[in-house]
């Protein structure tokens, strides 16, 4: 019986007018060559991040599509989403009057004497 585990960019997509690359990558467990178990990881690099931790054929394929056109268009296409994003208001929430709690009033404890026995 032999474990063996398997990562690998199994999908890469460009996707979008700015030529977003989403990688895929497979992490599979195997035994004697039979898949007991896969799992699946996307993350996505964007025309101008920095590419250096990309495996090189993702590097590549960066390389080739992020155009300096491109990575000026899909920045100038942040800049503005940004200009129009309205400010952040924090408000403050609503002050409500608090009632004091009820509280349920005991009787009070009488104490009892105890029986008399005639006789002793």
């Not at 990881?41 to 250096?52: F, I, P």
């Not at 403050?92 to 709690?101: F, L, Y």
């Amino acid at each position: 019986m032999s474990l063996e585990k398997v990562v690998s960019e199994d999908k890469i997509e460009i996707i979008g007018e700015y030529k977003s690359v989403q990688v895929r990558t497979c992490t599979q467990i195997l035994e004697d060559g039979v898949v007991l178990s896969s799992s699946y990881h996307r993350h996505v690099v964007m025309a101008g991040q920095d590419t250096s931790d990309q495996s090189a054929e993702v590097q590549a394929i960066c390389a080739a599509v992020h155009t300096p056109e491109v990575v000026a268009a899909f920045a100038a296409s942040q800049a503005t989403v940004v200009a129009e994003e309205p400010p952040v208001v924090a408000e403050e929430p609503p002050v409500v009057a608090e009632e004091p709690p009820v509280v349920a009033e005991e009787p009070p404890v009488v104490a009892e004497e105890p029986p008399v026995v005639e006789g002793e």
